[in-house]
């Protein structure tokens, strides 16, 4: 039995991300050791200046701090890669990508080590499905500390090669301000690089800053926006009674606001494009409103009425036999369809739905009582939009 688990488990996928994970450890190890054993004799940095003592660090050498910081952050993310964190699996590809291109372009001392992260690089993208995971907490922690670590290079590669600038960089806080004004790509032009090496370190600042940066801002995002997405979908799951807006028309609007208004429990459901229409904060989803498992979501079954309010007939007729396969044969939810044109009323009356009408029918129909003197009433109204659908 012990040897049938133990076989399961090398079968899983948790013991090939573990796999994986010892690997982009081992590269990470593999970029430490070169660096570390470079280290020279120790200088008093009180005696002799920060930057004195930070040149004298032999592993801090140009093309050092990079693969410095390269090989820690690897190990770092490692560990939330055994969890199969996206973000973490995102940005291993982003620094083995980098790592590769380095040693086999740039230092070609390291070029088995490049191949050795060119290699993990092809097995990650191909294993890309073992690591679903999406977590706001785990996004923000990695995205923060590959930030962090991006600032600490910057900092640090600025105060190395400082007199290769112009004016000369000679303390940390200059350092600092050099450091975000290029991570940001703002450029004010104050500091200028004047060597190659100057130049070339301040384009790997700005390269890495636009790529860390924006993918890390743009999955934060993202994992926000799914989570909101999670939530409004688990609030319609507890939804009874409640009423269903589908579309983004005027008349849908409207009707969801006097619906608020009277603090009556309501759900919206409209396309991706028209979410504007709605606040940001309320029980609005997005999406095809036919289909099926959207309309199970917003618990169509158990709502008291749905109003189909698009502006498009064929797409109002679809969502309304989406409803209709929802709710059953003894569904209780009521129907109100919204004819945009009169030539499909008779078609859409097929479906049965409860209340049927187009507004330049129903206006039509008014301004001809008032003209006429008749009385209108709560009655009357009822009686025409009624008899849109009972009429055969």
């Not at 070609?108 to 679903?132: E, I, N």
């Not at 979908?233 to 269903?244: A, I, T």
């Not at 109002?316 to 009169?342: H, I, P, R």
Request: neutral net charge; contains cysteine.
């Amino acid at each position: 039995m012990l040897d049938n688990a133990f076989v399961a488990f090398l079968r899983s996928a948790l013991a090939v991300r573990i796999l994986l994970s010892i690997l982009v450890i081992v590269d990470g190890g593999l970029i430490l050791k070169p660096v570390l054993s470079a280290y020279t004799d120790y200088i008093d940095w009180r005696q002799s200046g920060f930057t004195e003592w930070l040149k004298s660090l032999g592993f801090m050498k140009l093309l050092d701090i990079p693969r410095f910081l390269l090989g820690i952050a690897l190990i770092f993310l490692s560990l939330f890669m055994i969890n199969g964190a996206r973000i973490a699996w995102v940005f291993a590809l982003l620094l083995l990508a980098i790592i590769a291109f380095v040693d086999l372009r740039i230092a070609v001392d390291h070029v088995r080590q490049g191949y050795f992260s060119f290699g993990l690089l092809v097995a990650l993208t191909l294993f890309w499905k073992l690591y679903p995971r999406h977590s706001i907490s785990s996004a923000g922690f990695v995205a923060l500390t590959c930030i962090i670590s991006l600032l600490i290079y910057s900092i640090f590669g600025t105060l190395y090669i400082g007199d290769e600038f112009s004016p000369v960089v000679k303390d940390g806080t200059t350092a600092f301000y050099f450091a975000l004004v290029c991570m940001t790509t703002v450029g004010f032009g104050d500091i200028v690089p004047v060597t190659i090496d100057a130049r070339v370190f301040t384009v790997t600042v700005i390269i890495l800053g636009i790529t860390i940066f924006t993918t890390s801002v743009v999955y934060v995002v993202g994992v926000l926006a799914k989570g909101t997405k999670e939530i409004v979908r688990k609030r319609f799951s507890y939804m009874k009674n409640h009423y269903v807006v589908i579309g983004s028309t005027p008349m849908a609007v409207n009707i969801y606001q006097a619906l608020k208004k009277r603090e009556l429990p309501v759900a919206v459901i409209c396309q991706d494009s028209h979410r504007s229409h709605y606040p940001e904060k309320d029980n609005i989803v997005t999406g095809d409103p036919t289909d099926s498992a959207l309309l199970a979501e917003a618990n169509v079954k158990q709502a008291k009425c749905v109003l189909i309010m698009t502006d498009s007939d064929s797409l109002s007729t679809f969502a309304l036999l989406g409803v209709k396969e929802q709710s059953g044969s003894k569904g209780e939810a009521k129907t109100v369809v919204l004819v945009n044109q009169e030539s499909n009323m008779d078609k859409i009356r097929l479906l049965h739905p409860d209340m049927l009408f187009s507004l330049s029918s129903l206006g039509s129909e008014v301004l001809m009582q008032v003209l006429c003197g008749e009385t209108i009433s709560n009655d009357s109204i009822s009686d025409m939009l009624l008899s849109k659908v009972t009429k055969s």
